[in-house]
């Protein structure tokens, strides 16, 4: 048995509708505002999401700027036929060195 494919035929309404870029850009504009308008609405809700990612994006941030930063130099180190996990625990030593020796530096010089 042959299966007829129903068209969808456009109505005159439809049809204007969908070229209409009037009405197209009115209902976007009024959903917009509609999401707007609950949203405001709701946003006690969204106290403590905000209130949780201002406490973890900071390191969240920081770690992915130490990463595309020193993943470069580790890179590097590879190369010369070092153990990645070697490389990443001595660059990660001599960051600790320069923030010791930075700090036992500035602590002295502030205080006076």
């Known amino acids: 048995m042959e299966q007829k494919e129903k068209q969808f035929n456009l109505s005159w309404f439809f049809k ?10 009115f209902l976007v504009a009024l959903l917009l505002g509609l ?4 949203l405001s609405k709701i946003s006690f809700l969204f106290i403590p999401v905000i209130d949780f990612l201002s406490v973890v994006m900071l390191p969240v941030i920081l770690s992915g700027l ?3 930063l020193l993943n470069p130099l ?7 036929k070092i153990n ?16 010791i020796v930075g700090l036992a530096v500035a602590i002295p010089n502030l205080q006076r």
């Not at 999401?35 to 609950?38: A, E, H, P, Q, S």
């Not at 990645?84 to 923030?99: G, P």
Request: glycine share 0%.
């Open 16 to 25: 204007w509708f969908l070229d209409n870029k009037a009405v197209t850009v």
């Open 35 to 38: 999401n707007i308008f609950i």
């Open 66 to 68: 130490l990463f595309y």
């Open 74 to 80: 580790v890179d590097l180190m590879e190369k010369y």
């Open 84 to 99: 990645r996990v070697l490389a990443i625990s001595i660059i990660f030593v001599i960051i600790a060195i320069f923030l």
